[in-house]
């Protein structure tokens, strides 16, 4: 789904961000000495989660059974 | 970048073992940025889909890709800690199991997540394809079982 109220131009600039970041986070990973294992970089809930259950309990809230 | 990353792996005389434990780390904090900047890409669509739903099942259709692409960031989270385990045990054993067997199956798993964020985000899979190519320089094939 698109959000209309997002112009084409911001949307490139936001997913220019996007690949800035990641690419930032890949170097800094690549350039590393010592390795960190994944149960320590990936230790925290995932943001995403967070956001979906978050979304999900606001449409509990508007629609009641969900 | 992705020549870049083979040297940093393998030009350096370091062994597979250390090679795939970077591979690892590489591809756990690729996906910590991606989830970090899908998560604000989730909540905009999330309160989107609230304001013009008029029922719980409007809001779910609107949301369902960005529900499938959200189970499988865990999903690969899931993966990498497997493989992790996996390289774990191989370690332990005198590297003797076929971990690295295991680990196209892992980009497999990657591949996947991109395409579907590819077609939420733009955030094509080549942002991440250094990951990806970095799993697969360890070879083998993901044998998936058939229908």
Known sequence: MTNPKTSSVERAFKTLDDIFTLGRALVSAISDEDPERVEEVLSRELASSLSRAAAEARARRKYGAF | ?147
């Open chain 2, 1 to 147: 970048m992705i020549a870049i990353w083979s040297i940093s792996l393998f030009g350096c005389g370091g062994s597979y073992v250390s090679a795939a434990k970077r591979a690892l780390y590489v591809s756990a904090e690729t996906l910590r940025a991606v989830d970090e900047e899908y998560a604000d890409v989730y909540d905009r669509a999330a309160h989107i889909a609230l304001e013009r739903s008029e029922t719980a099942q409007d809001y779910k259709r609107h949301m369902e890709e960005y529900d499938e692409a959200e189970t499988t960031i865990r999903a690969v989270r899931a993966a990498l800690f497997a493989s992790e385990a996996g390289l774990d045990i191989y370690v332990e054993n005198g590297e003797r199991t076929h971990w690295f067997a295991s680990v196209a199956c892992l980009a497999l798993v990657f591949e996947s997540l991109f395409q579907q964020l590819d077609e939420i985000t733009g955030l094509g899979p080549q942002s991440i394809a250094p990951a990806v190519s970095l799993l697969k320089a360890y070879g083998g094939v993901c044998d998936q079982p058939e229908n």
